[in-house]
């Protein structure tokens, strides 16, 4: 992806509802380049497309999931292969979660392919299940099922369910196939929170995001085969953790979950990774004294030490946990970036195991996957970047990310060595940081986001091409911003400035540049007014009404729909005083994220009374917009409405063409 | 630098314009000044970094720090009295 492609789709992910001009503008470049950059980034997607209408971008949420990919570089290239691996695991997903009767033709229905490409795909399943303990079988009565042990089968189905999520639109897919409502994500989502709540512990967002499907899915097929079923572990008495109660309160209120079904969700959630944690593990003073001699033998393979070490390892300790949760249950964990990382950073992989296998040797039932092992360097190799150095930076940075910890570790440190010039505050997670008070000159996430922050998407894993994007993307917002072009000139010639002046000689260049930024088109005001947008009612109009009357041209344009103006109306009518933008011009409206806004001003002939008795003619009906498109309009509106004898050679106009042109200021 | 903080209810439209006001009225003054507008949930965390708090809603607690009344430059009835104070606290 070349650099332009990077920055358009950073620009459309970060803000969605750009147009043509905008980008153009923002990136210093053509309005025609950009749009053949924006068809040639469309063409590369294997389902979805950019749309360009009146100039202006429109994106899907699939086609969001898509850009995301391709600018991550997650995005399979062979679309036909990725189809292929999807239909297969959705049809072993549909044999697990869906006890019905299913025949070559039923599945062949179900996914749009021929009977015999169903066969070929269940001759292929049957032999990677076999691998996996578990048997396809197919009786006349029953038609084909999934069989083995009940432990085995769930395991599978949240290993599958997983996979799915990390691939471009898994997500959506699982939700349409599997009739999950949001109702119950949502629900199962404020269960997780007061599991997080009670027991002390913070889940990453992924796992926060990804559980509610996957236990939703997982609820499905214990409802769906409610047979009886047992299942041991040996090593830890699940049922006498702190957490087993809290986890089993949570979802007693599903009545066909029998004590070995909750059992088996907690294992879920006690496996899950986690960003925080007050409390001990079980048998935690075997896990710290293991951890520890894994920092010893990582000292003596890697030849290194480690700075903080005690954080080093409390950050082990936290990742550790789940891990060892996950081992002794079998269960696998999905990281996507293994082989790129054992293929860059062989010598950290090889130590880590080696340190792994010796240290943790004795807990584990066998040796951690190579996905584990990788989790596990992520976080070594983060630390090892890591130094006691003072900044000399004079930017503020966070990282966002959906991971985890290991993840955000490591590219937190890559991106610290790649930009000196900025602070990095930390890495976090998205729920973190909204709690957080914290007002950093950019955030580097990724997944995209909405900040007025400046935002920049980031792989996970940062190859060397993706480096070298990255720093010409940064290095031209840092160029591009008055306020962060005045703070670097002067911390360059901070030594020839004296202390109590370097603000004022900020303040000074940022006006500078403040004024060259105001030339840029993308500063003038984009919402005009036309006599569409004037309304006259000559009736009268009781209080009650006068907001259903102001929004009705608006509702007709097609612009919102009845629950903004319900929204609108339960803010105003019990905010009218303060919803003003002129005296007595109310100015009913609601936060909402429309792509455009809009606006509607009506005159009323006769005036309306208000409940404190005073009566008012004007009313300005407002849909806002995501990026304030609206204020230059409301601004020049205000001081229209301030001018002396305005407002009453407003009410007296005869036509709307003579009101335009009185608010246009003639 | 000294930062100005315009809170209303939704923080996209009311504040929003006083905010541009506050900040054309100061940059006529020429007085340099960071403004923003939030809305109100979001006053409670932002206002701790803050010099001047323009209030659109009717304030609930006092904040320590000088407090306008935006509405009146909404209105313009007593806005002159408020730039005073606006001034008078960034200087």
Known sequence: MIILDREITNLILVQKHLSVEEIANHLSTEKDRVLERIHLISEQLPHESIEVVNGEVKVSEKCVDELYASLVGNLSSNSNEYEVDLRKNLIKLELIVRNNHHTLQTLSDLFYVSKNTVFSDMKYLKEELKNLNLHVTYLRKDGYQINGPEYLIRNHLVQLINELLKTAYGRSCLIDRFDINKEMVSRIKQKLESIEEEIMIRLTDEQIENLPIILSILLQRVQNFPRAWSFKVERYDIRNTLEFPVIKKQFREFPFLKDVDLLYLSLHILSSNRIESALDFADSEEISSSVNQFITLLKEKLAIDFVKETDFKSKIMLHIQPAIFRNILGFRVNNPLTERFIKEHYYVFKAVTHASRKSFGTILEHDFSDEEIVYLSMIVLGWMYQTDEDSSAYYKAVVLCFNGTSVSKLLLENLKDMFPDIEFIGAFSFRQFEQMNLEPDFIFTTVPMKSRITTIIVPPFLEPDSRKQLRKVVSKLLSQDPKRKAKGIVFAIKDLIPEDKRELAELALKSFFDKEEEKRPIYRERISLTEENISVIDSPVSWENCVDIAFKPIINRKSIENDYIDKCKSIFYSNYRQMLIGPEVYLPHAAVSKESADIQITIFKRAVTNPDGHSFKIMVALVPEKTNAHVPLLLKLNDVFLERGRIEAIIACKSRKDILNLLEGG | ?91
């Open chain 2, 1 to 91: 630098m000294k930062r100005v903080i315009v809170a209303c209810g939704s923080g996209v439209a009311t504040s929003q314009t006083v905010a541009s006001k506050v900040k054309r009225i100061l940059s006529e003054k020429k007085i340099s000044a960071e403004v923003e507008a939030v809305d109100i949930k979001s006053l409670d965390h932002l206002i701790k970094h803050c010099d001047v708090y323009v209030a659109i809603t009717k304030p609930k607690k006092a904040y320590g720090i000088p407090t306008l009344n935006g509405i009146a430059f909404l209105t313009g009835m007593g806005m002159d009295a408020e730039v005073e104070k606006l001034i008078a606290a960034l200087k």
